[in-house]
């Protein structure tokens, strides 16, 4: 069910209500993780997320990513996300991937 529920998430919004999805579930994941979680307001710019943990004042610059699925292999594995910019490096800008199919979400590790 899921599957068929990923599915039509996938052909049946546009690429930025794909992102506006990806972004609100990764804010209900990061309360989960136990984060105060602040969203970018505007439409574009290096960060998607701030991510607060208040027990030790850590924050975490974050850039929701979705991945998708490669139909050159059949559908059986998913794109890899563009990476980073040089600015997103330079601030410590994570990539938080989302998988619209099974809904998991997922940091990325950066290796510079």
């Known amino acids: ?12 919004m ?9 972004e609100y579930y990764a ?3 990061l309360w989960d993780q136990g984060y105060e979680v602040f969203k970018n ?4 710019g290096m960060v998607d997320l701030i991510a607060w943990d208040k027990n030790n004042n850590d924050f975490i610059l974050i850039d929701v990513k979705t991945v998708s699925l490669d139909k050159r292999n059949g559908g059986n594995s998913y ?3 563009v990476g980073r910019t040089p600015e997103q490096k330079k601030k410590g800008v994570r990539h938080l991937k989302f998988n619209p199919i ?7 590790e950066h290796q510079e």
Not at 1 to 12: D, F, H, N, R, V
Request: aromatic share 8%.
């Open 102 to 108: 099974d809904r998991q979400l997922k940091f990325t």
């Open 14 to 22: 546009s690429d930025s209500r794909k992102g506006d999805f990806a």
């Open 27 to 29: 804010v209900t994941w």
């Open 41 to 44: 307001c505007g439409c574009d």
């Open 1 to 12: 069910m899921l599957e068929t529920i990923g599915l039509k998430l996938t052909k049946e």
């Open 79 to 81: 794109t890899k996300t």
